[in-house]
């Protein structure tokens, strides 16, 4: 099994930035690609943003300019640095990791959620 254990969430004010961390562990072999989505209330849960075992990223139209995703492939530590903060970025935010486990073992495991809440 694979544990994913976020931190960072918290109320911050528009314009304002939040650090978010998500530290993988367990049975981890290997990981291709690290990520945060968010969820709002009566929405669906949709890419923030990705990050590739290479570095390659991915960031959602709404998010480029604003957020920053990292990781510690040595911790395997998954960041999303988030400035500018807007209301509308108002939402539960979730940690995703992709990898291997062991041989022929794929997992795909989500965080329990952190919640970012941006006042106006």
């Known amino acids: 099994q694979v544990q994913l254990v976020e931190s960072g969430g918290g109320l911050v004010q528009a314009g304002g930035s939040l650090r978010l961390s998500c530290a993988a562990s367990?049975?981890?072999?290997?990981?291709?690609?690290m990520g945060w989505y968010h969820q709002a209330p009566g929405k669906q849960r949709d890419l923030v943003a990705t990050?590739?075992?290479?570095?390659?990223?991915n960031y959602a139209d709404s998010v480029k300019g604003r957020f920053t995703i990292s990781r510690d492939s040595a911790k395997n530590t998954v960041y999303l640095q988030m400035n500018s903060l807007k209301p509308e970025d108002t939402a539960v935010y979730y940690c995703?990791?992709?990898?291997?486990?062991?041989?022929?073992?794929?997992?795909?495991?989500w965080g329990q959620g952190t919640q970012v809440t941006v006042s106006s």
């Open positions: 995703n990791v992709d990898g291997i486990a062991g041989p022929g073992v794929k997992f795909r495991s």
């Open positions: 990050i590739t075992n290479s570095g390659s990223t």
């Open positions: 367990g049975s981890i072999f290997s990981i291709n690609a």
